[in-house]
């Protein structure tokens, strides 16, 4: 039985309990669902912009012209007050109950038939903030955001960070997948004990628990490690570029794939890169040392550049900062854009490599960080929005 017909069986029991004046099966308490399905209905019923997005579609309802509606397609055998009364809870209910589950299988909203393509000034836009969907083993997905929990199979989560037990058991091809959107981050501990900080515009792929000889993780986008330290079972994280191997250390990931480069900063211990995918006629390995970062571009990168740097300024993200030094205008609004949720245009490429050094708070709103920029660049800028998406234009 699909989700969608399991809500629709719950709304026909609720129907039938307020016709005959009983107290309906709460959705905490019917049998119907998993305890994974439950947490993902509460996550998307209780998700702040999901709200918002109802809210904005009930202002568009003519509830008289509705109701008149629903009347006609009723055939009333009795017409007294009590009767009337009954059949009209028997609607709500069962129009909140297709609500909710017309927001759970995620379609778009009745509101989008409703939107423009017209471009929208707009005065600002808000930094993001902790939010994740975790994807089970079988395919289900639980969105986790602030004020709504999940613990099921020694795994807990409180909606800004999640929790795998030391020893939660599972099969040894059990993976799990942690997605952060746009504007999104959100904290990890795995099985093992190792810590993992995940960026905006990250998925990490790992076991739910790991095996007798070796761990390994799969990343896209941009992650922060402290792993803990195992000497018998190498830690491996894997990503498009290349593979990082560790035994017990801090240290920053970055390889997105629409940045087109591959970044490996190490704070603490020691790294090993290997199966990297630059032009070499030979297969490199590189070892690091803390404070170096091997950087490469994966498709023009004939050798990775090893390079001495400051590697504070890596891990400033997860400590709810932005640190730029000598940076261009480019660089820096893409890094901007993965959290405040934008794309950026420039009027003309020369304004791309102005170059700038600052400490920035993750909190800020927008509009006070590219003030300062606009101030001290003489450049101005522009937020717009088309639809749900936003453009920051930068020009001169």
Do not use: C
């Not at 049998?31 to 998307?44: A, G, H, R």
């Not at 739910?208 to 190498?234: C, I, M, T």
């Amino acid at each position: 039985m699909t989700i969608l017909h399991k809500i629709l069986q719950l709304s026909d029991q609720i129907a039938v309990s307020l016709l005959n004046n009983k107290k309906p099966q709460a959705l905490e308490e019917t049998d119907l669902f998993s305890e994974s399905e439950k947490t993902t209905i509460l996550s998307n019923i209780t998700d702040p912009d999901k709200i918002q997005s109802r809210k904005e579609l009930l202002y568009q309802i003519d509830k008289k012209e509705d109701w008149k509606k629903i009347k006609n397609k009723i055939q009333l055998e009795d017409q007294t007050p009590v009767r009337y009364l009954n059949i009209f809870k028997y609607a709500a209910v069962l129009l909140v109950l297709l609500g909710v589950s017309f927001y759970f299988i995620q379609r778009k909203p009745l509101l989008e038939t409703n939107k423009t393509d017209s471009v929208v000034s707009i005065q600002d836009l808000q930094p993001g903030k902790d939010k994740a969907t975790l994807i089970l083993a079988n395919g289900n997905k639980v969105n986790l955001v602030k004020g709504v929990a999940y613990n099921a199979n020694g795994v807990k989560s409180n909606g800004k960070e999640i929790i795998y037990d030391a020893n939660v058991s599972a099969d040894k091809n059990e993976f799990n997948t942690l997605s952060i959107p746009r504007g999104g981050q959100f904290y990890l501990q795995l099985s093992d004990g190792t810590k993992v900080w995940l960026n905006s515009k990250t998925v990490l792929k790992y076991p739910v628990a790991f095996d007798e000889k070796q761990r390994s993780v799969v990343l896209e986008g941009e992650a922060y490690f402290e792993v803990s330290k195992n000497p018998h079972r190498p830690f491996h994280v894997i990503t498009k570029s290349g593979k990082i191997t560790v035994l017990g250390t801090q240290f920053n990931v970055s390889s997105y794939t629409d940045d087109n480069y591959f970044a490996t900063t190490l704070v603490e211990g020691k790294v090993r890169l290997s199966d990297l995918k630059t032009k070499a006629t030979k297969s490199e390995v590189v070892d690091l040392k803390p404070g170096q970062q091997a950087f490469y571009s994966p498709k023009t990168a004939v050798n990775v550049s090893v390079v001495n740097v400051d590697a504070a300024k890596y891990a400033a993200w997860k400590e709810g900062k932005f640190y730029f030094e000598n940076e261009d205008l480019k660089t820096i609004l893409n890094i901007l854009g993965k959290w405040y949720n934008f794309d950026v245009k420039f009027e003309n490429s020369q304004i791309e490599n102005i170059r700038f050094t600052g400490l920035v708070l993750k909190q800020e709103s927008l509009s006070r960080i590219l003030e300062i920029i606009s101030k001290t660049s003489n450049i101005n800028y522009k937020i717009t929005q088309k639809n749900d998406k936003y453009e920051v234009k930068i020009n001169q």
